[in-house]
């Protein structure tokens, strides 16, 4: 069956990584960008969680895992160097209603993450549905060279000059085709107005 693509609201929302290396790092970083209640179970952590556990974006839990832990938890992603405990946690949170992840493990998934391309509110997101990750990653490389740091404020401004349209002019079909023409212009522009109206005194 083929997947449904989805951007999760994770505000509000209590997120698990079971994990503390290089890979639960990846995991977790790309969670901060949108969640705030993170924990991280792991006895050992990398520089970087241990950084971000003292600058209050995380809580570390310095324990193994034990059974009970999925419980409360939105969002679980296992990402432990043994497959075994990878399950067990995949299997108990989706068990509790909770959205799962076992690094490297599809079948013991009911989401995947994405490669992401982020630029500010503009994101692209890619998946092989846990075939390949690395053509994901792949993908994003050229992605994130087709659509450069110029789409975040790009965007930005799309959002501003969206919400003017909508409070000036009434619903309709010439209000639609103006937001679709503003989205047609060149992002550049954009950036290099904001770029010199930064140095005007």
Not at 58 to 76: D, I, K, N, S, T
Not at 142 to 156: D, K, R, S
Request: a neutral charge; glycine letters at 10%; hydrophobic letters at 40%.
């Amino acid at each position: 069956m083929s997947l449904y693509p989805v951007f999760l609201k994770l505000n509000g929302r209590k997120v698990l990584v079971i994990g503390g290396g290089s890979v639960a790092e990846q995991k977790i970083e790309g969670v901060l960008h949108a969640a705030a209640d993170v924990t991280v179970v792991s006895p050992r952590v990398t520089d970087r969680i241990r950084r971000w556990a003292e600058e209050g974006r995380l809580q570390q839990v310095a324990a193994e895992y034990r059974a009970g832990m999925v419980l409360g938890y939105f969002l679980v992603i296992a990402a432990t160097d043994s497959e075994p405990v990878n399950r067990a946690v995949s299997e108990e949170a989706r068990e509790a209603g909770a959205l799962a992840n076992a690094v490297d493990d599809p079948d013991y998934c009911n989401f995947f993450a994405p490669a992401v391309v982020k630029r500010g509110d503009f994101q692209i997101a890619i998946s092989t549905g846990g075939a390949s990750p690395a053509l994901a990653q792949h993908v994003r490389c050229q992605l994130e060279e087709q659509y450069g740091v110029e789409y975040g404020p790009w965007t930005a401004w799309l959002g501003r000059a969206r919400d003017l349209l909508r409070q000036a002019l009434p619903r309709g079909e010439n209000r639609k085709q103006m937001i679709r023409m503003m989205a047609l212009g060149r992002p550049q522009e954009v950036s290099d107005h904001h770029t010199n109206g930064a140095n005007d005194g």
